[in-house]
């Protein structure tokens, strides 16, 4: 084996991490944290096949309405969601939807609905290693209009807000940690960020927006709720709808690329559908 570069290491040719060259994905991908949740998406895919398996990044292929997919897992949390992206980018992904789960802070809001972010809390700390603190972390709004469509196309109830993204599972959202720990800054968190009109919580949106900002990349995220913070309930339901809804949105995107082309247009705006 050929050594490579220290500053940006390959392995025979493929990205570090996620064990993929440039050609293994389509330009579009979904990008879960959960590696189980790939063989999920895969199965909604035509076509699938398997491509690389590699720590927490495990990734396939396939189509989903004509429109090429691939997907690669993230694992948990704000540092490897971002070699993802990294790595990811590097062999030509321009597209990114996180496909994840979520819990909210309002109690009209039901376990197996869906969440798609409109803005994130930088409450972790790997985009801080990009960028100023006041940096904004935003979805492109091509990916997050998407989203919405698909939503309605499918009928499946979803909800917009802002998210807070944190680094801990346990008391960086609010949750006691072993022995009842609780840090005085977490005691009120909840109630702080409700007040904020935060809707949900979780680890890696802030993360992949902020990076598709810095580096000119479509980014957005749909998180199915398994949590509600205000009722205390918690069921695992509706993988399935949110996994469904970002494979429906990468063809809705498809399509409105495809009229941008025909009109010579940069940006998406509800005029091209009207001819």
Not at 85 to 108: K, M, Q, Y
Request: a negative charge; glycine letters at 10%.
């Amino acid at each position: 084996m050929d050594p490579t570069s220290a500053t940006r290491p390959t392995i025979d040719g493929k990205e570090y991490h996620i064990d993929l060259a440039r050609g293994d994905m389509p330009p579009m991908v979904l990008i879960p944290g959960d590696p189980d949740r790939v063989e999920l998406m895969a199965s909604l895919l035509d076509d699938h096949e398997t491509m690389a398996s590699h720590r927490e990044y495990r990734s396939a292929r396939g189509t989903f309405s004509g429109t090429p997919v691939g997907i690669c897992s993230t694992g948990i949390g704000g540092p490897s969601a971002a070699i993802a992206v990294e790595e990811l980018a590097n062999i030509g992904v321009h597209t990114f939807i996180r496909v994840g789960s979520t819990g909210v802070l309002a109690d009209d809001v039901a376990c197996g609905d869906v969440v798609i972010s409109t803005a994130a809390v930088r409450l972790e700390g790997t985009s801080k290693q990009y960028v100023m603190r006041d940096y904004p972390a935003c979805p492109h709004y091509e990916v997050t209009l998407s989203l919405i469509e698909a939503c309605e196309r499918l009928d499946i109830p979803y909800h917009l807000g802002i998210t807070a993204s944190t680094d801990s599972f346990y008391v960086g959202q609010g949750r006691p940690g072993h022995d009842g720990y609780m840090p005085l800054r977490g005691r009120n968190l909840l109630e702080e960020l409700e007040s904020a009109n935060v809707l949900n919580l979780e680890m890696e949106a802030a993360t992949v927006f902020t990076l598709g900002s810095l580096y000119g990349l479509r980014t957005g995220c749909v998180c199915t709720v398994f949590a509600n913070r205000k009722t205390n309930e918690f069921l695992k339901t509706g993988e399935d709808n949110a996994a469904l809804v970002a494979c429906t949105a990468l063809s809705v995107l498809s399509e409105w690329d495809e009229l941008k082309k025909t009109h010579e247009k940069r940006y998406f705006s509800p005029g091209l559908l009207r001819g």
